[in-house]
């Protein structure tokens, strides 16, 4: 059977990708920050969310060893970051400066990204070099999948197809129209079959024709590579937008629009459950590469945890509730030690910063334990406006704050209130598609949507006019202000 053990209820916006190392759990959302939570018991590190993207999170992927997590945005970056203190250890930029979809890490901890305008990179990440790149049509790369033998990968585009590449970025097999409509997911199976001179791989992909399809790949040292249809599942009603393979890839996971996740019998292609419990659609789903847990994420700005066994009933969906298993690893006691107790949730009944008096402010540091900078802030008549716009500079030349940690937690903590109190609550149509932020001056460009006119004439000016919610091109360059929206923007700020 499988069971809820937890909901975690932590991001602001819809959820975008899931993904397991065998003691974390990350996360990451439109809402532009990655969260990451302990597996033992579900609760969040000290150092998380993890906020370095300008836009929102796409992907998120450990490396092997899970000491590194990369994550791409629609800034056209990959960051990588470190597991011990949470920090940035290098930023990629995509070549072309094209919104990244997608990121994964290979076996000997090469980092390949997809971005929309068809690319790939592959990055060497000891070295933190460009290897080279690649190409493959038009169409948005927004699914990649490494192969367990690290010798290859598969890629699936806006466009239907499914590509197999090699180390050199070369496309050696392609698979046509594999789903109508687009792909939106693809992962192989953890396990090689081997047959002499033959071995085999099994890869999932699912697509907007709502079907989840397994793939037999065989590669042959002289003969080259075959790819084989298995099995169809049509056991969800709407697009699937997700699907994962279970360890032992035995089992096989998808998510969908009908806002169903079900598991499958990969060997046999036979539905085994489907799980209700999403409110909204489910985007995105993962195994645990060392347990029977499942992960999955939502458009209900929820990530369920489940587990796969016999006889154990779930404990609901109120709270971060599964037990803690008893551990002797030394690196998961002393990241314990590190992770918060708890999240004090702020009283303050509006939504903008940029409202709230000196005392608001001084309420705010003590509920996030910076007791120590009261006298500080309170000294220099920080109200809501300034706090907004503090930076590590200012912190240190004017505030006269010494300690780098203590700068560093003060700017993330400004960040995730920034995200939190701008974001909850507010109508989605009066936030920017690009910050996710309430709109100052909203524009309307040649895509039919409303932007911030800031955010949108710096996304023409870098991303090759392209649109950011179609990816097509713009016709044109040109935006109008949207007085209507603005005015709508107004009311809503008098009425809170």
Request: net charge negative; glycine share 6%.
């Amino acid at each position: 059977m499988v069971s809820l053990i937890c909901t975690l209820r932590d991001h602001r916006d819809d959820i975008n990708w899931c993904a397991f190392s065998p003691k974390l759990l990350a996360t990451c959302s439109s809402d532009k920050t990655i969260r990451i939570y302990f597996t033992q018991d579900f609760s969040e590190l000290a150092f998380s969310p993890l906020t370095g993207h300008g836009y929102g999170v796409h992907c998120c992927c450990f490396s092997p060893c899970g000491q590194y997590l990369a994550s791409c945005s629609t800034d056209a970056t990959t960051v990588v970051w470190s597991m011990d203190t949470g920090d940035i250890v290098t930023v990629f930029e995509h070549p072309g400066r094209s919104p990244v979809r997608v990121c994964v890490f290979s076996p000997d901890a090469s980092l390949v990204s997809g971005a929309s305008d068809g690319t790939l990179a592959l990055w060497d990440f000891q070295s933190k070099t460009l290897r080279r790149t690649g190409a493959s049509t038009e169409a948005s790369i927004v699914a990649c999948s490494f192969a367990p033998c690290g010798q290859m990968f598969a890629t699936g585009s806006t466009y239907g197809d499914i590509r197999l590449w090699d180390l050199e970025l070369n496309s050696f097999q392609a698979v046509k129209n594999a789903h109508d409509l687009g792909v939106t997911s693809c992962h192989f199976s953890p396990k090689i079959q081997e047959d002499g001179h033959m071995s085999q791989f099994r890869l999932a992909s699912c697509g907007q024709d709502s079907q989840l399809k397994i793939w037999l790949v065989s590669r042959h040292t002289t003969a080259g590579c075959k790819v084989q249809l298995l099995h169809t599942l049509v056991g969800q009603s709407a697009p699937v937008l997700s699907c994962a393979f279970s360890a032992d890839g035995q089992l096989l996971v998808s998510g969908s629009v009908d806002k169903t996740v079900t598991v499958y019998d990969a060997n046999q292609g036979a539905l085994l459950y489907t799980l209700n419990h999403h409110e909204r659609y489910v985007t995105a789903c993962a195994f645990s590469p060392v347990t029977s847990l499942i992960a999955t994420g939502s458009m209900d700005k929820t990530v369920n945890v489940w587990r796969v066994d016999d006889g154990i009933s779930g404990l609901g969906d109120e709270g971060k509730s599964l037990p803690a298993e008893s551990s002797n690893d030394e690196n998961v006691a002393r990241m314990r030690n590190l992770s918060t107790t708890g999240r004090k949730l702020l009283g303050h009944s509006r939504l903008l910063v940029c409202d709230w008096s000196e005392e608001d402010v001084l309420a705010w540091l003590c509920a996030e334990g910076l007791e120590a900078l009261v006298s500080t802030f309170k000294a220099n008549n920080i109200d809501g406006g300034e706090l907004i716009c503090l930076t590590k500079e200012t912190l240190a030349a004017e505030l006269n704050i010494d300690s780098v940690g203590l700068r560093n937690k003060v700017m993330r903590k400004i960040e995730e209130l920034k995200m939190t109190l701008v974001c909850t609550g507010v109508p989605d149509e009066l936030l920017c598609p690009i910050t996710r932020e309430v709109m100052k001056d909203p524009v309307i460009a040649a895509d039919g949507y409303s932007y911030e006119r800031e955010a949108i004439e710096s996304w023409i000016n870098s991303k090759n006019r392209s649109s950011p919610m179609t990816n097509l091109p713009l016709q044109t360059t040109v935006v109008t202000p949207n007085r209507t929206l603005k005015m709508a923007i107004g009311r809503w700020k008098s009425s809170q």
